[in-house]
């Protein structure tokens, strides 16, 4: 595993790894059905010295952050399913504590809109600032938010994208393909009607896309639509059947 960061201290035997390595490892025994213990166990133990890349540099927190929600998705969808399946989903499941880090539980709400996407509320059609950010969102968000986090970010819904295990040194090439792949299999282009039928994720964080003409330039950048086309957007329905283990081959 890829790892760029001070080698975490941890007194759990066997585990003296760096955060990205740790979280890494994390969501691969998640896959496997391994223990986890060891791992969220150093992970909670890493102090601020131990995160200084994963604070400082831009690939290695986007690794990072999106491994332990990814991780934290399955984690919780395993042990605590009926916050997912109940009608209070988006305050119970998306608000309990998913993984720690560095002493501070963080649930998948503050891991997606106060760190990766640089404190941004989950209201407004990605346009709003967030409120309420804590000191750890402060010190450890990414400075802007990569709107191709959104075809990496797994909640456990069937329409959710395919979970891979993110290395700081090659996120800019997953993240392309992540993207690539979710577009390919979620966008319909009717050039008939001139309409494209884009995944809802485009909607609810239409501002991090950088508004219609963004969301038609990414779609562009991908092959979704054709470089000359300007259709209209129509956003599809989410499926939020309940979907664990869904990684990619």
């Known amino acids: 595993m890829t790892g760029s960061s001070p080698a975490v201290r941890s007194s759990t035997p066997g585990v003296d790894s760096t955060p990205t390595a740790l979280a890494q490892d994390l969501l691969v025994a998640c896959r496997r059905g391994d223990p986890t213990e060891r791992y969220r166990t150093a992970l909670a133990e890493a102090t601020d010295a131990d995160l200084h890349r994963v604070r400082e540099d831009r690939r290695t927190g986007l690794a990072f952050w999106l491994n332990c929600y990814n991780a934290g998705t399955q984690l919780l969808l395993e042990e605590r399913s009926d916050l997912y399946e109940s009608p209070l989903r988006f305050v119970r499941f998306f ?15 503050r891991i997606e809109n106060g760190l990766l996407r640089g404190g941004r509320s989950k209201y407004g059609l990605g346009y709003l600032p967030k409120i309420n950010v804590t000191n750890f969102e402060r010190r450890y968000r ?33 993240l392309d393909l992540a993207t690539r ?21 485009f909607l609810w964080f239409r501002g991090d896309f950088g508004g219609g003409s963004g969301i038609r330039e990414l779609l562009r950048a991908y092959d979704a639509i054709p470089d000359d086309a300007t259709p209209k957007i129509r956003y599809d329905s989410w499926d939020w059947t309940k979907a664990a283990g869904k990684f990619a081959e």
């Open 181 to 201: 792949s979710y577009l390919d299999a979620t966008v319909a282009y009717d050039s008939g009607a001139n309409t494209v039928l884009v995944p809802r994720v």
């Open 142 to 174: 990414l400075d802007d938010c990569d709107p191709r986090i959104h075809f990496a970010l797994n909640c456990g819904a069937e329409s959710c994208p395919a979970i891979r295990a993110y290395e700081p040194d090659r996120v800019d090439e997953q």
């Open 95 to 109: 608000h309990a504590s998913a993984v720690t880090v560095a002493g501070t539980s963080l649930p998948l709400d």
